[in-house]
């Protein structure tokens, strides 16, 4: 029996775990102004399209919470204009921008939800076999890297992920155009939080790398 390579097949799937549980938010597409000369974008008004106001703050909330929690400034919509009709014009919200002295506004679309079925491939796990101690009652410290592996059956099954999807876009308040763009997508996410927080890093280092933030 090659007790190294079974060694090896547990290392490979530990990691492989972690790499597929460490972040559930993905930018699937994305854009960005090249063109674009102005200064960096330093304070943003951030707007929320959801399904009701409930869910728009929350979001607002939070995304300005973690968006602060990186060092930059961020102010939500809801502060500004309460109900989401009070921005139905540019003119309401060049009223909010003018409030704070914004220089972008950050726009996040709620594009729904997909329930989409995924079948998971049986497989073969290779676990310690039972009954091996540490020291005197088993096979001792130097014993354990010989001890033998059984193989474990795990029949495969059908799962249904859910999929999040945003849609978020940033403005020049100076231009008036739009200068970064990206669609998410959010996979069996734990928590509105966790999709809220990812999404922060995804975008914040992003526009970095466009060059439109510090």
């Given at each position: 029996m090659n007790y190294q390579k079974y060694i090896t097949v547990l290392l490979l799937a530990g990691l492989l775990g972690l790499v597929s549980c460490s972040s559930s938010t993905r930018l699937y597409e994305r854009w960005n102004d090249k063109g674009?000369?102005?200064?960096?974008?330093?304070?943003?008004?951030?707007?929320?399209?959801?399904?009701?106001?409930?869910q728009r703050r929350a979001f607002e909330a939070a995304f300005v919470k973690r968006v602060d929690s990186t060092g930059k400034n961020a102010v939500a919509g809801y502060t500004l204009m309460a109900n989401t009709e009070d921005f139905d014009s540019k003119e309401d919200i060049l009223t909010a921008v003018n409030k704070i002295n914004a220089d972008a506004v950050l726009i996040?679309?709620?594009?729904?939800?997909?329930?989409?079925?995924?079948?998971?491939?049986?497989?073969?796990?290779?676990?310690?076999?039972?009954?091996?101690?540490?020291?005197?009652?088993?096979?001792?410290?130097?014993?354990?890297?010989?001890?033998?592996?059984?193989?474990?059956y795990r029949p495969g099954y059908t799962t249904?992920?859910?999929?999040?999807?945003?849609?978020?876009?940033?403005?020049?308040v100076a231009t008036e155009k739009l200068v970064w763009a990206g669609k998410t997508k959010s996979v069996n996410a734990s928590s509105s939080q966790e999709i809220v927080d990812e999404l922060v890093t995804i975008v914040v280092e992003d526009m970095k790398k466009s060059g439109l933030i510090d």
């Open positions: 674009y000369t102005g200064e960096k974008l330093t304070k943003v008004l951030v707007l929320g399209l959801f399904q009701d106001d409930i996040t679309r709620f594009k729904g939800v997909i329930e989409k079925d995924r079948h998971v491939a049986p497989r073969v796990d290779y676990v310690p076999a039972m009954g091996m101690g540490y020291g005197r009652y088993g096979y001792g410290y130097g014993g354990y890297y010989g001890s033998s592996y059984q193989a474990v249904t992920d859910k999929i999040v999807q945003l849609d978020t876009r940033v403005f020049s």
